[in-house]
């Protein structure tokens, strides 16, 4: 079955620059998006279709591709953005929505 | 401003049958642009997404449960429906509601879950 592959943990100080990465092979054909879930709460889109921000979402939150890989960048990073981040994507042909196994983002 | 809001039973028993509903409000489950989706959460660990209907009752499911899984929409009460058959204490979970759009596949709107046990 197809998987898309992400670090289980990224951590950086504040104010920094968080980089997540999430890998698949069919990232080429499908897009990707991104969620913050922080503990207790339901997932938060913060990221579709590869770079496009949905309204209310901070612009410190950004989102490119190349190739087989997407990646999720956080810049100023706050306390705040302090959560488990997911990529969720398509297998190639459209059939079933997949997620990356989380990454947890620790502010220092 | 569209809400979903899950509902059922919080314990289920070992090869039983769990049953989980869907409630959307501020919005209708008939409309030709949305899928809604089922996702689930085991304590501690990731998203995994359950499978889809459209409300003319089009589904497709995530293959590694689409031997136990049903969904159903009913249009009349805005509501859709999971019933995954044969739990086991690996299906004890957060279960969530979301809608995604019908010509893409990201979660926009999620109901905020609710927890279920496989326990005798």
């Known amino acids: 079955s197809y998987e898309l592959t992400q670090p289980p943990s990224v951590s950086v100080s504040p104010g920094q620059t968080a980089r997540i990465t999430c890998s698949g092979d069919a990232l080429p054909k499908q897009y990707a998006y991104w969620y913050q879930q922080k503990p207790g709460q339901a997932p938060v889109l913060v990221i579709y279709?590869?770079?496009e921000r949905p309204s209310g979402i901070p612009e410190r939150f950004s989102g490119s591709s190349s190739g087989t890989t997407v990646t999720l960048t956080i810049s100023g990073v706050q306390a705040e953005d302090e959560a488990d981040y997911y990529c969720q994507s398509a297998d190639s042909s459209g059939t079933y929505l997949v997620f990356g196994g989380g990454t947890k983002l620790t502010v220092l | 401003q569209l809400q979903l809001q899950e509902s059922g039973p919080g314990l289920v028993k070992p090869s039983e049958t769990l049953s989980l509903t869907c409630t959307v409000s501020g919005g209708s489950i008939s409309s030709s642009s949305y899928y809604w989706g089922w996702i689930r959460q085991p304590p501690g660990k990731g998203l995994e997404w359950i499978g889809s209907i459209y409300y003319s009752g089009s589904t497709y499911y995530n293959p590694s449960l689409k031997s136990r899984v049903t969904i159903s929409v009913d249009t009349s009460k805005n509501q859709f429906s999971l019933k995954l058959s044969s739990v086991t204490a690996a299906d004890t979970a957060v279960y969530y509601c979301?809608?995604?759009?019908?010509?893409?596949?990201?979660?926009?709107?999620w109901g905020q879950g609710t927890l279920v046990t496989v326990s005798s």
């Open positions: 979301a809608r995604h759009p019908h010509a893409d596949y990201f979660l926009d709107y």
């Open positions: 279709k590869d770079s």
